[in-house]
């Protein structure tokens, strides 16, 4: 059995080893380039983990674990266009270092070769595989539509948000893990409970970027605390407060949203004395508390014996507990 | 067995009859638009000819067919972007009806629910279609990347352009032959022969666009004659004649391509000549017989009945005699 730092160092032993350049260069040179660019390769990770949970031989699902990481990044190549992102991990974005023609295509290419790596497994699971890829994939697209049409909507409900990154980011954590246990050839039962497993994590993870931004030590955090007040963002905090709030507050709080110039330090005090005025805090900590019992649940149904589940559980209290 | 017009009519029944919006509309409803508009559905069409060959139930390889049509509307729906086209048969390109965003994840949902419609096939023939559908979607991608590196380039052989040409356009012809004739249960050999069939035909088609563009009827071609010329478009006409220019022609023609003020009439006359100078019209001609020739030398690889080709020589006949 791997820990999670044994396989991450595969994953990157084996992307290194990849070729994704052929002619036409101009095309899948961006592929390469953001492929390179490191990250914590978390969603090949989540598949070997799984993978691992019922069989040792990690190197049979390699290939298919890389397809969904150059999948990942596909996303990112569309995302950072119809984002207008400058930079992506520190370096510039493909469509600010080439533009958005090379983007597209090199995406469309990168979608392509994702799916090849990934329907690298046996005959027998390829039909699973396949619908279950396809199912992941749409939903990161709805989930990417929502997310642009939630900017210019100030009616976004908390349940709507919440499905809104489940669908982005939560879903392709999810069948990253389901993925791995099909193709080990994990029960059905089983593997949609990673599937379960893994959403609940993505939407912890997620919520809790939005609780530390506000709540989260400015040493451990690593970046300035309050950057999303700064901006707006909609997080779950801001979204949850305007439905909490009573008159006065919610006023308030409609008020700074609107105002074009203020001293940042003072909106943020003044935000974040709303959020605790009116119980977000609670809300969050209480939410974040409910996906990680959920997540839990979810490991219960995995019925493989106690000691193949460790790195799960350290990776439940791992992000359970993260200040950062 | 079908006649082309009887296939036509069920491609375009079941293709009313497909739901592709559900939530988020915005997200779906460009792909319903793209899909409304019309068009000859020439590859699915030559999905269920191919299919026919072999067998009657067309009814079996009909959402799979529709599948091809679906993904032939994702790549416009994308190159429409990179083109930044304003029409496409006579109505709003989706990026400028909608935005460019809009066009980008509708074309990535589009492309998932192509894949989704493709993979409707027996189990048994799942790792061929995939395999057959990757190799194609990746040829596409390759050949519209050297349509844009074409555009700034003047030094494009003949061989380039026709591969170019190919890649974008034929391969989906082929793939579309190949796919109906592979889930009717062709054998491997013949299968790909009407792949070969299918990207000679396709190569006979457009340069037959280009050589109709300055030598067909203008009564019959329906356009007007020599738009290709007045906007210097690098067609096999052009790269040709500059192949086979000597010094004099050669600087002439380049002068009236560097021209920014000139009157059509007299840019259409004077580069004609130079066509006809230099032999272009016969090397046109002599590329589309040979291609035409390939065709049906593919065509007499595949062992059916006589009688099950008849509407393959017609198509053969009819692309070959085509004056518009």
Redesign the interface.
């Known amino acids: 059995m791997y820990t999670i730092e044994q396989l991450r160092d595969i994953i990157k032993a084996e992307l290194n080893k990849q070729e994704y350049v052929e002619?036409?260069y101009?095309?899948f040179e961006p592929i390469k380039y953001i492929m390179e660019d490191g990250g914590k390769r978390l969603r090949p990770v989540l598949t070997l983990m799984a993978y691992n949970l019922y069989r040792d031989d990690i190197e049979k699902a390699l290939k298919s674990a890389i397809g969904i990481e150059i999948f990942h990044n596909y996303t990112l190549l569309?995302d950072d266009?119809?984002d207008d992102a400058e930079l992506r991990r520190g370096r510039q974005t493909v469509h600010k270092k080439w533009n958005?023609?090379v983007a597209?295509?090199s995406g469309?290419?990168a979608?392509?070769?994702a799916?090849?790596y990934i329907?690298t497994v046996e005959?027998s699971y390829?039909?699973f595989v396949?619908d279950g890829f396809?199912q992941v994939?749409?939903d990161v697209?709805?989930g990417?539509?929502?997310d642009?049409?939630f900017e210019s909507r100030d009616d976004v409900s908390v349940e709507e948000y919440i499905q809104m990154i489940y669908l982005k980011t939560s879903v392709l954590i999810a069948g990253s893990m389901r993925h791995g246990a099909l193709i080990a050839g994990a029960p059905e039962h089983e593997y949609n409970a990673l599937y379960d497993f893994g959403g609940y994590l993505g939407l912890v993870f997620q919520l809790q970027d939005d609780y530390l931004d506000v709540y989260g030590d400015v040493k451990e955090f690593g970046k300035s605390i309050g950057g999303d007040i700064i901006c707006n963002k909609k997080t779950y905090l801001l979204i949850k407060a305007l439905e909490l709030a009573g008159d006065k507050d919610k006023a308030l709080l409609n008020e700074w949203l609107k105002k074009k110039q203020f001293d940042a330090a003072e909106k943020i005090k003044e935000v974040t004395d709303i959020y605790n005025r009116v119980g977000v805090r609670e809300a969050a900590m209480a939410k974040i508390g409910d996906y990680l019992e959920k997540s839990r649940g979810a490991l219960e149904k995995i019925e493989v014996p106690e000691e193949r589940k460790i790195h799960f559980r350290e990776m439940i209290d791992f992000i359970g507990g993260r200040k950062k």
Chains 1, 2 share one sequence.
């Open positions: 002619e036409p101009s095309l569309h266009v119809m958005s023609n597209i295509l469309d290419a979608a392509i070769t799916y090849k329907e005959d390829l039909r396949i396809n994939a749409m697209c709805k990417q539509q929502y642009m049409e």
